[in-house]
């Protein structure tokens, strides 16, 4: 299962937690360690390049913040990044460099990497998108499954148990997922791979694919 692991999925070089995910094989591992994390790194984080602007919340002196969004701590915004009107942002959330949050697009107990641009009306809860992923207007990061029990990856067919109620998504770099798709909980997608407007996605995606509907995913190359 290497194609689940952390470092199939994402550049570690390219986010300020790259301690967090050395620390564990799997993504969804390190769902419940984000907020302890990001209280340990917020205290260590140098005050010329870092503003400490509430409980727990550290915002880089670099990064634009709409005076209309909602910050909870714990939160760390890296260097260059854009908070817009009306985002939403409910605490351990970590947002990468130069990263977008955009219009009423609402985060929780997340990881964006560096670049990533969540830019409309996007629900990202538990849940990692890597390097320079993006997601389209509308698009949900589904993270409870409707029976509460315990979230599973479908891996090529094998129910991959992960311990963890709460998992939304996890989007490898370059991803991008297209307006009005809902991943479901337990979602997997690959490094450079794309989903088409309006899917419905539940497991494991292969990277550099191309997901256009339920069932049917083809090889970029």
Partial sequence: MKELRSDSLF???????????ESEDYPWQLLPKISAYILELGATLPCDKFD??????WVA????VAPTASLTGPLIIDEEAEIRHCAFIRGNAIVGKGAV???STELKNCVLFDGVQAPHYNYVGDSIYGYKAHTGAGVIASNLKADKSLVTVNFRG?????????FGAMVGDFGDVGCNT???PGSVIGRRTNVYPLSFVRGYVEEDSIYKKQGEVVKKY
């Fill in 11 to 21: 550049d570690f070089s390219k986010t300020i937690a790259r301690e967090l995910f």
């Fill in 52 to 57: 400490r602007i509430g409980e727990n919340i």
């Fill in 61 to 64: 002196k670099s990064a634009k």
């Fill in 101 to 103: 949050v955009g219009n």
């Fill in 158 to 166: 094998e129910k991959v148990e992960t311990g963890v109620k709460k």
């Fill in 182 to 184: 809902v991943m479901n």
